[in-house]
Structures are given as structure tokens and as C-alpha cells.
């Protein structure tokens, strides 16, 4: 498989279902967050969406665990050419179609209220906030330069049909910010999850989830831990990459 490779490119092992999955060492490459996202809650029926798919990480995981419609839309060429070839490397490409282009535009090329689901793993930072890479691909995907937190939720407003859901995973710094945002946009936050990297460490990541048009009332979920005290994977993560 290694003639498949360009410049800058590697064949990394997604695990799961004994996937591949090509990156770049110059671009935002996947990683524990994604998975959890991928994972978090039931797969649905009806087509999926995942904003800014970069490598196609979350739809190859959809589709291994049985969701057969999946959209990932992606801005960077680069990626998005990458996403490409990982859904034809995997097998995929009948049920993951890949988008070139930017979500703030999604009305010029998806028709409103269309997917069950929609998944975000969006720049953590505002575009004044933290260290900056000096790689293009690699800053945009950690910073809110080509799209906001409101960029988001209007893309995931316009997408979802009447009580679709809309999952994402972000720092717990910006929990307030979201969970107005999403209420803003009339997606109401209905279950969230706290991610904890080690037993004893505070929540540094969240995953929630929200219905378009939901009524209020949130369910927290007992916290998931990823690492255990020794650093050894959780069972819950374990259980994610299909490892006993």
C-alpha cells in the first residue's frame, strides 16, 4: 500500500474493522477526540454530515459501525483529496461521499433539513487564543480562522431536519459559549459527557449532544475516562478500537 503515498504522507492504522487511514505530517492529523466522537451515541438512521471531515476519520468509523450515508465536507484541497482516497483505500466510497468546500456555504450544495446527524470536531480556539503552528493546514484546524463557533451551528441549523442531532466535541474552556450557541441556533444541548484524560485529572474535553427543535432538559452521562492510572487505555476506549 505504500505506493499509494505522496510526499509528507504516512499509512496509519485506524484499528477498527482493520481500516487504513493515509495522513500527512504538514496537515491536522486525527486523534483520541475524534474517535470518542465517532462513537458517541446510537448510529442513525438517515444520511450523515461531518463538518470539516479533514482525513475522513469520523465517517470511515460511522460506516464501520453500520451507518451507510455518510456526507464529510472539507475546505483544505489537500484533505479533502486525502478523505477521498481513505474512503476508496477502505472500501468505503460507495456509502462516504466527500465534499470539497466550505460549510458557511452549505446552501450552495446541500438542500436544508436533509441529515439525521450531523458531527463537528471544530477548531478549539478562538482565532486571538493559544500557540499558533506555522503550518497552514495544521493552524486552521486548531483555530477559528476560516470558521466560528456560530459559523458551525448555522451550517448544523440549516443541515439537520426538525429533531435530527447535532454531536460535537470541544474543550470544556468554551462549554458556556456552546451550549448558548446551539440553544441560540434552536438546537437544544440534550446530553452532554465530560472527557476525563486520566481518572484523577480534571475534564479537559466534552462531547454533547443536541435536537433541532428539542425541548429543554439535559441528561449529564457518567464521566469517560481514556486513560486508566498506569496510562493504559480505559475498557471504554478498548472497547471503541474493538481490542478485548
Do not use: W
Given at each position: 500500500m505504500t505506493d499509494l503515498l505522496r510526499p509528507h504522507e504516512r499509512l496509519d492504522d485506524l484499528v477498527l474493522d482493520g481500516m487504513?487511514?493515509?495522513q500527512r505530517d504538514d496537515q491536522f492529523c486525527f486523534s483520541i477526540d475524534t474517535v470518542l466522537l465517532a462513537h458517541f451515541g446510537p448510529v442513525l438512521c438517515g444520511p450523515a454530515l461531518d463538518l470539516g471531515t479533514g482525513t475522513a476519520a469520523i465517517p470511515l468509523i460511522?460506516?464501520?459501525?453500520?451507518?451507510a450515508d455518510v456526507t464529510g465536507?472539507?475546505?483544505n484541497p489537500v484533505m479533502a483529496d486525502i478523505a477521498r482516497r481513505n474512503a476508496a483505500l477502505n472500501g468505503r466510497d460507495d456509502r462516504i461521499r466527500i465534499v470539497e468546500g466550505d460549510y458557511r456555504r452549505i446552501k450552495e450544495w446541500s438542500p436544508s433539513g436533509y441529515y439525521s446527524v450531523v458531527y463537528a470536531n471544530p477548531p478549539y480556539r478562538e482565532k486571538s487564543r493559544g500557540a499558533?503552528?506555522?503550518?497552514?493546514?495544521?493552524?486552521?484546524?486548531?483555530?477559528?480562522?476560516?470558521?466560528?463557533?456560530d459559523d458551525v451551528m448555522e451550517a448544523v441549523k440549516y443541515a439537520?431536519?426538525?429533531?435530527?442531532?447535532?454531536?460535537?466535541v470541544h474543550i470544556t474552556e468554551r462549554l458556556t459559549d456552546i451550549l448558548e450557541s446551539m440553544r441560540r441556533h434552536d438546537v437544544e444541548p440534550k446530553v452532554l459527557q465530560?472527557?476525563?484524560g486520566r481518572p484523577d485529572k480534571k475534564a479537559k474535553l466534552f462531547l454533547v449532544e443536541g435536537?433541532?427543535?428539542?425541548?429543554?432538559?439535559?441528561?449529564?452521562?457518567?464521566p469517560l475516562v481514556v486513560h486508566e492510572a498506569d496510562g493504559s487505555y480505559s475498557r471504554a476506549v478498548l472497547d471503541m478500537y474493538g481490542k478485548e
Open positions: 487504513k487511514l493515509i460511522l460506516t464501520a459501525r453500520g451507518a465536507v472539507e475546505l499558533y503552528s506555522e503550518a497552514d493546514g495544521i493552524r486552521r484546524a486548531r483555530h477559528e480562522e476560516t470558521a466560528t463557533l439537520l431536519k426538525y429533531r435530527g442531532r447535532f454531536r460535537m465530560m472527557i476525563h435536537v433541532r427543535g428539542g425541548s429543554a432538559g439535559l441528561d449529564v452521562l457518567p
